[in-house]
């Protein structure tokens, strides 16, 4: 297959040209060259999708498959007119989705309205989740047996948020670790390298379909021993987080995975079972775990967000000194 990745330099459109290239693939990336390095073995194009596409995009042999990881509409609309005929995967997101507080997961759940023009998709969860509507229906509207992706939390090495990274840094305590919410509350992940391959064979297969791509949920409490198998567990609840200004998800501030509940109640709570069908094979947490703290410790660039382990063992002296 003949397959182009728009990406190719960061986090999953680098994790998917790596696999294609594994598979013998012939893959070509156009990205800026801002975000990092494509993988060996891919021939780049340079492009910056605020511009045209350039004729060395498009003047070789057609592409057979399009991997798109874009969050802005017109960025898809130009590429979609510069290869118009190769079938189409879209990374979108479960963030699409306008309710996150069914416990039960959004189900066919109602969509964000649609936002199509070019906004700062990082300046909210609307402009985000609204431009990929849009960037969806650009996609499936041109390519009607498009396949469209939305992944829930992308983890694994490489991770440019830092989120499991917080976690996979605790992986080998023995001692007290703060674990926010309730031991009950549902989480789910999905390792990069496994949505990489269930990507790259939906562009084998052609396949179409809207799948919500993430790992089955599970309980925060199996999460946290799967990643912290020695730890003891220290359950603190979110009102203490929040009177204590803690954030959840992401920020230095924050303790990633922890959501506020009800209101998130469904956010890493999606329904798993269509993905797996079409032919996402989750590997074992413990596994991402594992190869994540293995790129902490190789990489000094790896990031890692959330609280430092001086907060947190002030935090837990404070919950334990509570009346
Ligand atoms: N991380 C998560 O937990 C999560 C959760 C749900 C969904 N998602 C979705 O999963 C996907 C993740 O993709 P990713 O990991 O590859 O990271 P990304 O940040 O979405 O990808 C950025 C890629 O696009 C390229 N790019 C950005 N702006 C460009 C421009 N103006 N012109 C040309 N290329 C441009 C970048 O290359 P250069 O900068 O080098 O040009 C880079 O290779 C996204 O679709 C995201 O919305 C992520």
Redesign the pocket.
């Known amino acids: 297959m003949r397959l182009l990745v728009?990406?190719?330099?960061?986090?999953?459109?680098?994790a998917v040209a790596a696999e294609a290239v594994r598979r013998g693939h012939d893959v070509v990336c156009?990205?800026?060259?801002?975000?990092?390095t494509v993988p060996p073995g891919v021939t780049t194009v340079r492009?910056?999708?605020?511009q045209p596409a350039p004729a060395e995009l498009t003047d070789g042999d057609p592409y057979d498959a399009v991997v798109d990881?874009?969050?802005t509409p017109s960025?898809v609309r130009r590429a979609l007119a510069a290869v118009p005929n190769a079938h189409w995967v879209f990374?979108?997101?479960?963030?699409v989705y306008a309710d996150h507080g069914d416990p039960a997961g959004p189900g066919e759940g109602r969509l964000l309205p649609e936002v199509t023009e070019d906004l700062d998709p990082m300046a909210s969860l609307e402009n985000y989740g609204g431009m990929?509507v849009a960037c969806e229906r650009l996609v499936l509207e041109a390519v009607p047996s498009a396949a469209v992706v939305r992944?829930?939390?992308?983890v694994g090495p490489g991770?440019?948020?830092g989120r499991f990274a917080y976690w996979a840094r605790r992986s080998t305590a023995t001692g007290d670790v703060l674990a926010p919410g309730r031991p009950q509350d549902l989480v789910q992940v999905v390792d990069v390298r496994d949505l990489a391959a269930w990507v790259v064979g939906l562009a084998e297969h052609r396949a179409g379909g809207t799948y919500d791509g993430i790992a089955p949920e599970r309980p925060f409490a199996d999460l946290l021993a799967a990643c912290l198998p020695d730890a003891r567990l220290v359950w603190v609840d979110q009102e203490f987080l929040q009177a204590e200004g803690v954030e959840p998800w992401s920020g230095p501030d924050s303790i990633p995975l922890w959501l506020p509940r009800p209101e998130y109640d469904g956010m890493l709570a999606h329904d798993a079972g269509p993905a797996l069908e079409a032919g996402l094979e989750p590997r074992p947490v413990d596994a991402t775990t594992r190869d994540t703290r293995a790129w902490l410790d190789a990489d000094p660039a790896a990031r890692i967000t959330g609280i430092t382990t001086e907060r947190e063992a002030e935090l837990l002296a404070r919950w334990r000194a509570q009346p």
């Open positions: 728009l990406g190719g330099t960061q986090f999953l459109s680098r156009a990205n800026r060259g801002q975000s990092g492009w910056d999708r605020d990881v874009a969050r960025h990374v979108s997101t479960i963030s990929k992944p829930g939390l992308i991770d440019p948020s």
